[in-house]
């Protein structure tokens, strides 16, 4: 595949992941992928390396995401502030 292929393709990916995530819906999903991710805690688990590992690749995928999305940080502050209100660890 030609190189111009390749980044024609990258970006159309790109612009799939913004399209997704700026919709009511797929804000809705990311701030339940930040809760479920370890996103807003430490990823280790003292003598558990492997649920260590499990937790920062959960992690990864939320970070990866707010790096295509071009999350600025005063725009992730306050998705953490909307997460943090939607009460999800009380139930």
Request: aromatic share 8%.
């Amino acid at each position: 595949m030609d190189e111009k292929k390749v980044l024609r393709k990258q970006i159309d990916l790109l612009n799939c992941y913004k399209r997704v995530f700026e919709t009511d819906d797929g804000k809705k999903v990311l701030n339940d992928l930040i809760k479920k991710s370890c996103f807003l805690m430490s990823t280790h688990v003292p003598g558990d390396p492997y649920s260590s590992a499990n937790n920062e690749g959960k992690r990864e995928i939320v970070l990866y995401i707010l790096k295509v999305l071009e999350t600025k940080p005063e725009m992730l502050r306050e998705r953490i502030e909307q997460v943090k209100e939607e009460d999800y660890y009380a139930d």
